[in-house]
């Protein structure tokens, strides 16, 4: 199923985030003991965690919103079964799509010009601004794509054609 093998990429993107976040918090630690240690910092780790902030934000989106695993409140839909439960899911990937969608738009045209113009984070250490942006533009990505398998799922629940009630994994928190 297409859903499956994307359910692999994003949890395989998502487990980046994870090393990204393992990474980011030995840095920031090492860091905090030179300084306390030296007063002197370890060069390109401020520069570092702003990208790393950038994957780990980003990186694991589109597997939540897919997994339905997102924090959310659920007070009104609390109660909803059946056609309705699709309904509201089937609202909320597509303003989920409008909003993610023009994310995507407007992070794809800044990694754009970052690539094209050659831009640099300044700082001790110069890293190119289409990496933290690139992230920024995977993540929408992954998003979108997740949101449209969603749409999708809802629709056919919609219509009948799907038995499922409920989304594979059960309700958000």
Not at 9 to 16: H, S
Not at 85 to 107: C, E, P, Q, T, Y
Not at 132 to 155: N, T, Y
């Amino acid at each position: 199923r297409p859903e499956r093998a994307l359910r692999g990429v994003l949890m395989a993107f998502a487990y980046l985030g994870a090393v990204g976040l393992l990474a980011l918090s030995v840095m920031v630690t090492a860091d905090v003991a030179l300084r306390w240690l030296t007063g002197r910092p370890f060069v390109g780790v401020f520069e570092m965690s702003e990208v790393l902030l950038v994957l780990v934000t980003f990186s694991a989106v589109g597997f939540v919103h897919l997994d339905n695993r997102q924090l959310r409140v659920d007070i009104l839909v609390v109660r909803a079964r059946g056609r309705t439960a699709a309904a509201l899911r089937l609202f909320d990937a597509v303003v989920g799509i409008l909003v993610f969608g023009l994310l995507l738009w407007k992070s794809w045209e800044e990694f754009w010009k970052a690539v094209h113009g050659g831009f640099l984070r300044r700082g001790m250490l110069e890293i190119p601004t289409a990496i933290p942006v690139g992230f920024i533009v995977l993540g929408a990505f992954c998003i979108v794509i997740s949101l449209l398998f969603i749409l999708w799922r809802s629709v056919r629940q919609l219509s009948g054609t799907d038995g499922e009630a409920e989304p594979p994994h059960g309700a958000g928190a």
